[in-house]
């Protein structure tokens, strides 16, 4: 007998966490685990979206038990200058169904939430009620903590769940609508429709700060809901601040971070997509990944991991490129030409632009022709560095 609580600790109960949790549960079942959340529920109050082609055959199995919206005759997209319909299904979780799911699926006991950890290190944690969590490994997945070590800008959102009197009649997810006003950055707002009378709406901003206005942004949603003719009432909201990041010293801020024998993972690890923020097809091969080399001592499994997230920031480093560009090269109210132009091209190139896998034709592709910044901008862009991903009060979800 090893004395110990579980062979593997999981510390925060977020998208990360609890996928990796699961992954254990279907892949290792051998393998005995606790996750832990510190607030009432897994989850938190998320939605998180992909397309179907982000994910791997392993990936789609791992995510075909959970309840949530699909749209498998595409999206549109709407700009100043245009609108398109691309073909590409959609995918959409609940955080509420999310944790559904855990709950019922997860070993009795394996989950514990409303504990916040005051003490975490190589062999596990200590919780607010003085509980101690031991384990072989411990895998802290608690979110983005703001750092002066990365730079870039951030990604401000408020979302508002809405139901409608009568069918509202919007068939597929408006993924970018930019056809609004452009205010301090690009602005869009995304719609899915997640019912006959009940849609999602959302407006974000991809901006130079990480201020997030709710009153500013719920008249802005109550405009919107106007001008396109839709009435109801609200029965869920969610707001978020998302890094987006251009660059920085990732081996430097790994090691500000580090706690010996911890892996560390999710967007804590760098496991995210440093210009769209999108996280879920990361979580998913990560967690997979983690389940893969459960067995491995807690040292190695980090080092293991840890190598992982090195790669991933090397194979990213296109996309904050992109993410230099549109913040230091357009001006603020000039951003969404960037997308704007970005969505004429190719729709199997749009596809591996999200999923983080564009070949070398697609990344030069995306470059040549009538750049859509000033050339002047876009050199002293790449000349400048980015303002640093520091906020002491503000976390990123999991």
Not at 74 to 88: A, S, W
Not at 163 to 173: L, M, N, Q
Not at 345 to 370: C, H, N, Q, W
């Amino acid at each position: 007998m090893s004395g110990r609580t579980a062979d593997i600790a999981i510390i925060g109960g977020g998208l990360s966490g609890g996928l990796t949790a699961l992954a254990l549960s279907r892949l290792r079942s051998d393998v005995s685990f606790r996750l832990v959340e510190e607030g009432p529920r897994l989850g938190g109050n998320h939605r998180w979206s992909w397309f179907a082609s982000d994910l791997a055959p392993a990936g789609e199995m791992l995510m075909a038990g959970f309840r949530k919206s699909v749209w498998d005759d595409g999206y549109h997209v709407r700009f100043p200058q245009y609108r398109r319909h691309l073909h590409t299904a959609y995918r959409s979780l609940a955080s509420t169904d999310f944790a559904a799911r855990l709950e019922r699926e997860l070993p009795e006991g394996s989950i514990v939430t409303n504990r916040e950890v005051t003490q975490l290190d190589g062999e596990g944690a200590t919780l607010s009620d003085g509980t101690r969590i031991t384990a072989r490994a411990v895998i802290d997945c608690r979110g983005f903590d703001p750092t002066d070590k990365l730079h870039g800008g951030w990604q401000v959102f408020m979302g508002r769940h809405l139901r409608t009197p009568e069918p509202h009649g919007v068939a597929r997810p408006i993924i970018m609508d930019a056809h609004v006003e452009q205010l301090g950055g690009y602005r869009f707002v995304y719609t899915l429709p997640l019912g006959a009378q009940d849609l999602f709406i959302e407006d974000t901003y991809y901006q130079d700060t990480p201020e997030l206005d709710r009153s500013a942004l719920s008249a802005r949603i109550d405009a919107y809901q106007a001008r396109m003719g839709w009435q109801g009432e609200p029965v869920a909201f969610e707001t978020g601040v998302l890094p987006v990041i251009t660059g920085g010293d990732f081996r430097g801020w790994q090691r500000e971070q580090a706690v010996p024998g911890v892996t560390v993972a999710g967007a804590r690890g760098g496991f995210v997509h440093p210009l769209t923020s999108y996280t879920l097809p990361i979580a998913v091969a990560t967690a997979l990944a983690i389940a893969a080399d459960a067995d491995l001592p807690g040292e190695q499994l980090s080092a293991k991991i840890e190598a992982r997230a090195r790669r991933h920031w090397a194979d990213m480093g296109y996309y904050r490129f992109l993410g230099k560009m549109l913040f230091g090269a357009a001006r603020p109210e000039e951003r969404y030409k960037v997308f704007q132009r970005f969505y004429r091209l190719r729709e199997p190139l749009i596809e591996r632009f999200y999923s983080g896998k564009s070949t070398m034709a697609d990344k030069a592709r995306v470059l040549v022709g009538k750049p859509p910044v000033p050339i002047g901008r876009a050199i002293s862009a790449l000349a400048s560095s980015s303002p640093p991903l520091s906020d002491p009060d503000r976390k990123s979800p999991q």
